[in-house]
């Protein structure tokens, strides 16, 4: 079993949708997470970390729940813009990031 | 913002030479510098961690003597792949950790490093 299991998607929206993504982890112990995004043949650059009691940053919002070791990311009006791919990070109690495979979102006009 | 830089961000080379990766903390001092390898469509793998002043840590898997890592300073990890083959054709990405660092804290990243192998 992956560390980090994503839907890869393509989730393919229109402008204006909204879109959730989802992803699971399997080392209980983990200690922090994290919603990376990754355009094509870029680096990873952060989006938002997660926190337990859930948190929004604009139309962005994402929740966690420790007890079924599932995150969240929600996104509302998307944007064109918004097309990437998104990746679901974990910090499994060292500092190294261990990465989900992202899930790939497509925003159409 | 902390920033990482990575050199080169594009390389080509022929199979059997080596290429070294240089990867900089520009604003902090990088205690730990870690390097990824993310093949097309899957995640980044992480390959190894740098420590300044000591041995880097490699992943079950990865090649200690293919895959060279020197941290000789708080702001610089260089990556060195020696006798390139074209399985190590990849993108790979470093990223730091500031001092102090806590583990709650995201990484920085490099800007990638896209190696073909011919």
């Known amino acids: 079993r992956k560390e980090v299991e994503q839907d890869p998607g393509p989730f393919n929206v229109p402008e204006g949708a909204t879109v959730a993504f989802n992803c699971t982890y399997s080392?209980?112990?983990?200690?922090?997470f994290f919603w990376y995004r990754q355009d094509c043949r870029k680096e990873p650059k952060l989006l938002m970390s997660?926190?337990?009691s859930g948190n929004e940053d604009g139309r962005f919002t994402a929740q966690l729940n420790r007890a079924s070791q599932y995150i969240s990311l929600l996104i509302r009006d998307s944007k064109l813009s918004d097309s990437a791919t998104y990746l679901c990070?974990?910090?499994?109690?060292?500092?190294?990031?261990?990465f989900g495979s992202g899930t790939r979102l497509q925003v159409q006009p | 913002g902390a920033v990482v830089s990575q050199h080169p961000s594009r390389v080509i080379c022929k199979s059997g030479t080596s290429v070294k990766i240089e990867c900089r903390s520009l604003?902090?001092?990088?205690?730990?510098m870690f390097w990824y390898r993310q093949f097309p469509k899957q995640s980044l793998m992480l390959m190894a961690t740098?420590?300044?002043?000591?041995?880097?840590?490699?992943e079950q898997g990865v090649e200690k003597d293919k895959f060279l890592i020197n941290h000789a300073s708080l702001t610089l990890s260089t990556l060195t792949v020696t006798s390139a083959h074209p399985e190590d054709s990849s993108f790979y990405i470093c990223?730091?950790?500031?001092?102090?660092?806590?583990?709650?804290?995201?990484?920085?990243f490099g800007n990638g490093t896209r190696l073909t192998v011919t």
């Open positions: 990223s730091a950790s500031g001092t102090g660092g806590r583990l709650d804290s995201p990484l920085h």
């Open positions: 080392n209980s112990a983990s200690q922090s």
């Open positions: 997660v926190y337990s």
């Open positions: 990070v974990v910090n499994p109690g060292r500092r190294a990031l261990t």
């Open positions: 604003d902090f001092q990088a205690t730990t």
């Open positions: 740098s420590n300044e002043g000591s041995k880097a840590t490699y």
